[in-house]
């Protein structure tokens, strides 16, 4: 059974200062992975996603991931954080071929000045 | 392009009230989604559409939850009779397959039931 697990609910970071929000994810097949954030009072938005090209995935916003099979990990970088990262950060998994995602519990990120 | 549109955005009901809520997927995309997200239980799936006929609606919490999708731009799910347990947000997503499952989320419904 597929599951997506991120470490840490809430990670706070000073401004300028590396993101890095962790994503594990288990599948018996290789799957396609997925970043969202949420801002306060919005709805989901896409960052970024890996559907088996690159391993190195880049998104919007400054926003990387990397995608690892050895480590089951798709960990969410950036280099230099701003105050307007502050948002709430879902991994996702799905199974190449179907539609539905596993969604993580969320990281909530904090960024202080 | 218009993302997905759902309406009402807040709605404020009495207990044992029909609610429902509606959703307009991008044109083009043939699954849409319903989510709810809880500070409790966090996200999860309701049920989802592909081609207008509901896949996998395991995630119906009860009887009371029911979804339709008449056509391909439009969907509604409807609670009756609502509870003050059924407070949430409440999401609808839609995807295409040739944008490699990426699903857009509409900006949610917020239901409060009291």
């Known amino acids: 059974a597929q599951s997506v697990t991120q470490l840490g609910s809430h990670v706070s970071v000073s401004e300028g200062a590396l993101v890095l929000l962790r994503c594990n994810y288990s599948?018996?097949?290789?799957?396609?992975l997925f970043w969202y954030v949420q801002y306060p009072n919005q709805g989901l938005q896409l960052l970024l996603k890996?559907?088996?090209?690159?391993?190195l995935v880049k998104g919007i916003n400054g926003f990387e991931a990397e995608f690892k099979k050895s480590e089951t990990s798709f960990h969410l970088t950036k280099p230099s954080a701003h105050m307007s990262d502050a948002a709430e950060y879902f991994c996702?998994?799905?199974?190449?071929?179907?539609?539905?995602?596993?969604f993580g519990t969320g990281t909530r990120l904090k960024v202080l000045a | 392009d218009a993302g997905v549109i759902q309406s009402p955005r807040h709605e404020v009901t009495e207990m044992g009230q029909e609610v429902t809520l509606r959703c307009k997927p991008i044109?083009?995309?043939?699954?849409l989604f319903w989510y709810r997200q809880t500070m409790m239980r966090g996200l999860e799936l309701l049920i989802y559409?592909?081609?207008?006929?509901?896949?996998?609606d395991s995630g119906m919490p009860e009887d009371r939850f029911s979804a339709k999708m008449p056509n391909a731009s439009f969907s509604t799910l409807k609670i009756q009779p609502s509870e003050p347990r059924d407070s949430a947000v409440y999401f609808c997503?839609?995807?295409?397959?040739?944008?490699?499952?990426?699903?857009?989320f509409g900006p949610g419904t917020r239901l409060t039931v009291t």
């Open positions: 997503a839609s995807s295409i397959r040739q944008r490699g499952y990426e699903q857009y």
């Open positions: 599948s018996s097949v290789p799957p396609y």
């Open positions: 890996y559907t088996s090209a690159a391993t």
């Open positions: 996702a998994v799905s199974l190449i071929g179907t539609y539905k995602y596993i």
């Open positions: 044109s083009g995309h043939n699954s």
């Open positions: 559409f592909n081609n207008n006929v509901p896949i996998d």
